[in-house]
């Protein structure tokens, strides 16, 4: 189906069970504690399986004058030594398009693969890439972003700028400005499971057992680059550590495994170190953006101007974007949005956890902080003062916009009303108290999806979809809705999702893989429902299903006696269509932080935080507040601790482990709550739903960032915001 008109009442919400909305426990929890999820770097292939280990250029720019490998290559149990010398030609592209490896002496970051051991063990291969000689030429590499605005051009795409009205006069004539610069820093994904790859041939048929977020995606690009057809590339993902938009795209791993074993005829198995991951993978550009609001006396927002720089390796296409966000947020006659990037010599930048808003609102939530300030307004108020009818650019209705009820219902929740206006005016020991608000706003895409949805004689239905699931839930909602959809008990839905063998679906990314995928199987589950009703012979439209049975006018038949021997199947499909285009559409919430900032240190302690959420129909309450939660916590980590140290002299990061790159851990995160407001959004997808894996995360640290602030009284405008910076602007104690 299309997504062309809203949906109107379906199936779903005449599901007889209600298996949708419960907090159902992650059907893929037990085998995932007993250790019988196989995750890629677990996938056995037998004894024939080498090793492979890739060996960073150490260089942030330049080129490989000569490479001696014979040292490596007489090492106990080498195999193969790749480099540029012996790697075949590939297939070229942006990172979202192919991924070629070794394909000549240039180096373009720090960190680029310039060898790839292979050994008959991981520990002989490590051992023997310590023995593989580079020798490089230097080039000069420009690094730093804060260094190279200079060079920043617009990036090559239609909707890098946006302008309505006439932002320099609506500003010139607005009685209260604001006019500030925010920073945010280079940031890594630190999900759990490193990048990991065990490639096989059959033939010429090449499988890639991988840990990857968009299979069909990868398949496309692992095909380009190795120059073979898409169908002789099957990718396997069925578990997946984390990615946060590190395994979007195909990496080195999954390249140049499939390369070495091509060349050996045999298994070759990856796995990038940790400390790898840091440079051979992908990272979140830095920003540094501008933001300029202008107000009349009430508070009505006359100009909303923002301006954001980014950095990207030359030959990227992509950028931090930003500023999208503050194109619908807020109403106000005279916009104007603009998204600069600068070439730099550092690896990939690609998208992390809500690339755009995250550390757009960051800037934003922070601006509207300010200006509520200089107002004499409540930082709620302003907000409310500031909610529009209509997508202020693009002049569309929203399809669902309920982010007044969270500022309010939070606002109740949270005892808003105890704030002081003042900052460092709550004293409770060595701290100083504050508390701070922030919105939260994403996007919401739909994708193309298919499923298909077979029910056996046993009675048991079996999902096929190349979906994957990152840890977010998409097992446990999916089955869900088949459970719902097919009037069966969860425990009789079978899901078999991370292969690109089944239908293609969207993946998961962007927050709209629960959306999309989930919506292929409504489809899937609607036809199956109808030909189950044509077997019954009665109209599928009077026909119930629950309890394994269908009824209709009076007639009850079990399901299992009217598949057959061999069972039916259907196959379903959700292509998004108009609606995207006729209404803006978006999940919102409100992030309420208290913060307590040691007098004498500037340590932070978070102490207390909401998030309240509304983002449509939610698929399951347990995985849906582990989002928000999961998402408030990187929100934690951006406010207080995340960030890549460049050297700017060899672009290179020098805290590139988890000892030195901090996130948030247990004793840094109390007692943190996330609730959603009751939301359904028929233009969204059939679902009702919208995606939530972004949600949570954006505009958390801003909350945090303005309850430092009410707390102390430094306004800290670049993240994160740790102790050195506060240092200089406590107030002095007596
Ligand atoms: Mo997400 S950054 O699209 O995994």
């Not at 650019?393 to 206006?421: D, I, K, M, N």
């Not at 701290?431 to 048991?460: C, H, I, K, Y």
């Amino acid at each position: 189906m299309e997504m062309d008109t809203p949906a109107g009442r379906n199936a779903l919400d005449a599901a007889a069970r209600g298996w949708v909305g419960k907090p159902l426990d992650r059907v893929d929890g037990r085998p995932k504690v007993t250790g019988r999820a196989i995750y890629a770097y677990e996938t056995m292939q037998g004894p024939a399986t080498a090793y492979g280990y890739v060996v960073e250029a150490s260089i942030g720019k330049g080129s490989i004058v000569s490479i001696d490998a014979q040292a490596a290559e007489r090492a106990p149990g080498v195999v193969l030594v790749l480099t540029h010398l012996n790697a075949p030609a590939q297939g070229q592209g942006n990172h979202h398009e192919a991924h070629p490896v070794l394909t000549g002496p240039e180096v373009a970051y720090y960190g680029q693969p310039v060898a790839f051991v292979v050994a008959e063990t991981f520990e002989e291969a490590r051992a023997a890439a310590y023995l593989v000689r580079v020798r490089y030429d230097r080039a000069p590499g420009r690094y730093a972003l804060r260094a190279n605005l200079d060079r920043a051009r617009a990036p090559r795409v239609a909707s890098a700028d946006s302008a309505v009205g006439d932002f320099d006069a609506g500003y010139a004539a607005s009685p209260v400005r604001l006019d500030e610069i925010y920073t945010t820093p280079l940031q890594s994904h630190a999900m759990m499971e490193p990048h990991a790859t065990l490639a096989s041939w059959d033939g010429d048929q090449l499988t890639l057992h991988t840990s990857n977020q968009m299979l069909n995606q990868g398949r496309q690009a692992v095909a380009r680059t190795l120059q073979v057809p898409v169908e002789k590339v099957r990718l396997v993902s069925p578990y997946i550590g984390g990615g946060f938009g590190a395994k979007l795209w195909v990496n080195a791993d999954a390249i140049l495994a499939a390369i070495a074993a091509r060349q050996l005829s045999r298994p070759v198995k990856t796995a990038l170190t940790r400390q790898q991951v840091f440079h051979v993978t992908t990272h979140r550009s830095d920003t540094i953006q501008r933001i300029r609001l202008g107000a009349d006396q009430e508070g009505r927002l006359q100009a909303i101007g923002h301006d954001s720089y980014s950095g990207n390796l030359p030959s990227e296409p992509t950028f931090e974007a930003a500023a999208m966000q503050t194109r619908t947020l807020y109403a106000g006659a005279n916009r104007l949005t603009r998204h600069r990037v600068a070439p730099l010599d550092i690896p990939v930048a690609s998208s992390m956890r809500a690339p755009g808003e995250a550390v757009g609102l960051l800037a934003l939530e922070i601006a509207m902080d300010e200006l509520a300030e200089k107002l004499d307004l409540d930082p709620i108020e302003l907000r409310l003062r500031n909610e529009p009818r209509e997508d202020p650019e693009r002049h569309v209705p929203y399809s669902s916009r309920h982010l007044v009820a969270c500022l309010q219902e939070g606002s109740r929740r949270f005892g808003w009303a105890a704030r002081s206006p003042r900052p460092g005016q709550v004293r409770d020991g060595r701290q100083l108290v504050g508390m701070g608000v922030a919105a939260a706003t994403r996007g919401n895409p739909l994708e193309l999806s298919r499923a298909s949805v077979r029910l056996g004689p046993d009675g048991v239905a079996t999902v096929r979809m190349a979906m994957t699931d990152i840890g977010t839930g998409t097992y446990t909602i999916l089955t869900q809705i088949a459970a719902d959809m097919l009037g069966l008990s969860p425990d009789h839905v079978r899901m078999e999702i991370g292969d690109t063998a089944f239908p293609q679906a969207s993946g998961s990314g962007g927050s709209f893989g629960a959306a999309s995928s989930g919506s292929a199987l409504f489809d899937a589950c609607d036809r199956l429902r109808a030909k189950l009703a044509a077997a019954a012979g009665v109209d599928p439209g009077a026909a119930r299903f629950a309890d394994g049975r269908l009824e209709a006018g009076g007639q009850s038949r079990a399901l299992v006696d009217l598949v057959g021997a061999s069972g039916v199947e259907a196959d379903g499909e959700i292509r998004p269509g108009e609606t995207l285009k006729a209404f803006s559409q978006q999940s919102y919430g409100a992030h309420f932080a208290e913060v307590g900032v040691d007098v004498d240190t500037g340590e932070v302690r978070l102490r207390r935080m909401l998030g309240v959420f509304t983002a449509g129909r939610i698929l399951n309450a347990k995985t849906a507040r582990s989002q928000a939660i999961g998402g408030m916590v990187f929100g934690i980590g951006a406010a207080l601790e995340e960030g890549l140290t460049l050297d700017p002299r060899f672009g290179f990061y020098v805290n590139h482990d988890l000892a030195e790159y901090h996130v948030p851990v247990h004793a840094d995160v109390p007692e943190i709550d996330a609730i959603f407001l009751p939301e359904l959004d028929d233009a969204a997808n059939p679902l009702k739903s919208k995606g939530i894996g972004e949600l949570g995360i954006c505009g958390a640290g801003a909350a945090l960032a303005n309850a430092i602030y009410n707390a102390c009284g430094a306004r800290i405008r670049d993240y994160p915001i740790t102790l050195d910076k506060l240092l200089g602007a406590l107030p002095t104690q007596s």
